[in-house]
């Protein structure tokens, strides 16, 4: 099962098996990690679960939808490297991910 | 036999309710590093479980969405009492009852009892074919109920009524909304916004009948097949769902002698008027920033906030900040997202075009956002909510313009 690593807004990090076809979000809720709220459950409607995602991984996961990039535009804390969670499905490459979770979840 | 614990807690918080507040607030409970121990009762068969998909996706989506993975409440050492309803609170002796009359004692009580759906006070609601949609239990009913070609009658022009609506007009079935006031969502949306939404379901077949008084059902065989309105026609039906807004489960707090007024009353950081009792959800009436007084919202938004609220009074952290409100609902393929309070505000500016589905509302004092109600426009209601809780002015001309990039339409 491919692992994924959450770096907390304390520093802490946490390396969590999150199973293939589930998002980046789903593997945090699982383990109840803070930081990332997920207030909608997944449906690209509240950008809370917003990560930073490391430049060499990016192409691991899908494109931005146009909906995602404008949710993420205003969102707190947006950099280049933003994305939203939910949006990132596991495959087995992304076995090694790192993602920073933002401290501007709430 | 080896324990770990970064620290401990010999506290006992009891959670009354298990819907999204309740459900988040364990979980935060455990994040927050609290230790002690978790219980929560839950009057419902069900885990905690997502709310939306029961009216957004009732005919062909997942239903069951759980918060939490059924697991994850042994991991986190939370114990979870389903199907057991607690029937009343000793706050003199930090006790609470359940319907089998056995005594839990707490150190802290959360009551997280959400809210009930408003029942229609006219005769026929106890025809068979007659619904309301709060729970999944309701929600697996009604979608065995509606069937293609069917007709219902949805009484009440809300949220819920209308996303019911859009599933099955999208699903082919005969739908009329049947509204009281001269407006659906005449409570929760402003004029302009009900205009287009209204439009946006007619288009699409939906019959809207508004300033129309429901004055009974009619029925035979035990089975409604109409709806009765105060002008003496008749809407002919083979369902009918009442959604007509909901009310505070507060009659326990109300009985331990709480302060309420139809809902618990509670401060920002979910405090009730007893120091050991907190209260989230949908069952409170809260403060909100910049609005005068007392306010019950009914959305997973201010559940969530209220929940973070209680953890941190609970775990003695510094309280969280002040929230803009905001909740979403999906009619059709509108994503609509509103933020703030829509009271009657002076302004109002267009951005973007209710025909194309893809338009934002906003409602200004002197340019001043109080509130926007968007379709579509994701961008133009986080840049809102922004919008909102910075207190920036904006220039109405720039904001109706959809070619001027949101960031420049702020007077600096």
Known sequence: ?106 | MTQQRVSSDDRRVVVVGGGHAGGTLVGMLRQAGFAGEIVMFGQETELPYHRPPLSKKFIDGDLEQWLRAPEFYREQNISVRLGESIESIDPAARRVYSSSAQATEYDLLVLATGAEPRRLPVPGTDLAGVFTLRTLADARVLRKAVISGSRIAIIGGGYVGLEVAAVARANGVDVTVIEREDRVLARVASTRLSEILAAYHRDRGTKILTGAQVVGLSGDDGHVRGVLLGDGTQVPCDIALVGIGALPRDELAVAAGLACEQGILVDHRARTSDPAIFAIGDVTRRPLTGVDGLQRLESIPSAVEQARQATASIVGAAPAPAEVPWFWSDQFDLKLKIAGVVSAPPGTILRGDPASGRFALFHHVDGKITAVESANSPGEFMAGKKFIAGGERIDPTRLADPAVPLRDTVIK
């Open chain 1, 1 to 106: 099962m491919p692992m994924v690593t959450y770096v907390l807004p304390d520093g802490s990090e946490h390396a969590i098996d999150v199973p293939c076809g589930q998002t980046v979000m789903d593997g945090s809720v699982r383990s109840n990690l803070p930081g990332i709220v997920a207030e909608c459950g997944g449906s690209c409607s509240c950008a809370t679960c917003h990560v930073y995602v490391d430049p060499d991984s990016q192409a691991l996961f899908d494109e931005m939808t146009d909906e995602e990039r404008e949710l993420l535009e205003f969102a707190d804390g947006a950099q280049a490297d933003s994305r939203l969670s939910c949006q990132l499905v596991v495959t087995t490459e992304c076995d090694g991910v790192r993602v920073t979770v933002s401290a501007a979840n709430g």
